[in-house]
Structure formats: C-alpha cells, structure tokens
C-alpha cells in the first residue's frame, strides 16, 4: 500500500483550513511568540493515556516523542519516501521514516477534536515501536479505535464509518 493511501484515512477526520506558510517545527523548544507548538505536557498526559488504555511499552515514544510540524492546505511535504499534497480533509499524518507528525491547519490544543487527532498519530508511533505489522493499513482499525474511545471520555465520537475503516485495516492479498 502506498504512503498516500494511509494519509487519506485522515480525511475521515476532518476539514480543514486555506494554504498559508511552510511547515512549522512544533517542538518545545520554539519560541511560541514566533511559531505554534504543542507543549510537551499534553503530549505526555496523551502518551500517559496510551499507557493506561493500552497493554503497549510507551517508553520509547515518552523518552524520544515524535517532532510535530504544523503545515497548510495545499502544501507540498515530505512523507516517508514520497511527497504528499496535504488535502483539505487530511488532519494529520505520522512519518515513521522521520519520527514526525504533520498537523494540518487550524489546530488547538483546546479542541478535543484536534487534540484527538494529535493522540492517534502518537498512538501510531507506540504501536511502531511495539510490533511488527504485516501491511502499512494493519494499524489504523486500532488506533481509530482508540481515538474514539478517548473521544468519548471527553463527551464526544468519532463520525466516521467503522466499516471503511475496517477495510483500510486489512491487509491487500496477493493473487496470482
């Protein structure tokens, strides 16, 4: 399965915003006056969440999260050995290759829907970090999964079909 077709599930997620700058480094350690970031607390409290909800080792990602970049509708970015146009319904995209996550424009760390999104691309890098998967698609069923059952402890759900999801997850079947 190509890069591509991973980052379309993100577009059962959610519109988003007009084409405005480059990406953006999200880390910490960027001047918030100057660029966005995410605060390393939430992505500890999400980390945390994975930790109790799941039976995975968060170490790896707690010890070394991935970079968060911010980038715009219309963008052109790097995606693990391919580039990828950033559509309007992508939220976010997790590049193993990089350790990075792209969120797209407009993001808040106010909105849970937002911050969801920010938690399945983390749930990806543990779930990376635990196991071997036999397809690129393999690990989505779970992480939507999860992403809705956090979803619906802050008294929302994900409205997307299960069904679709499902068969993203599966893997292709040779046939010869």
């Known amino acids: 399965m ?3 077709v991973l980052a379309t599930l993100a577009v059962l997620l959610a519109t988003r915003g007009a084409a405005e700058e480059e990406c953006t480094n999200g880390r910490d350690d960027v001047d918030p006056a ?3 970031f995410v605060d390393r607390g939430l992505i500890t409290e999400l980390i945390g969440w994975i930790a109790i ?3 995975y080792d968060v170490s790896a990602t707690y010890s070394s999260p991935p970079e968060i970049l911010f980038c715009d509708v219309g963008e052109i970015i790097a995606y693990e050995s391919d580039d990828l146009l950033v559509d309007a319904l992508l939220g976010a995209v997790y590049d193993r290759s990089r350790q990075q996550i792209h969120l797209v424009r407009p993001w ?3 909105d849970p829907f937002d911050v969801s999104v920010l938690l399945h691309e983390l ?3 543990v779930q990376l970090n635990n196991r071997d998967w036999p397809c690129v698609g393999a690990p ?3 992480a939507y999964w999860l992403q809705d059952k ?3 402890e802050h008294g929302k759900r994900l409205d997307l079909s299960w069904r679709y999801v499902r068969e993203l997850s599966e893997c292709p079947v040779d046939i010869e």
């Open 108 to 110: 808040s760390p106010d």
């Open 123 to 125: 749930i990806h890098d």
């Open 140 to 142: 989505e069923f779970e």
């Open 150 to 152: 956090w979803l619906s």
């Open 53 to 55: 909800s799941t039976m």
């Open 34 to 36: 100057t660029a966005e």
């Open 2 to 4: 190509r890069p591509i």
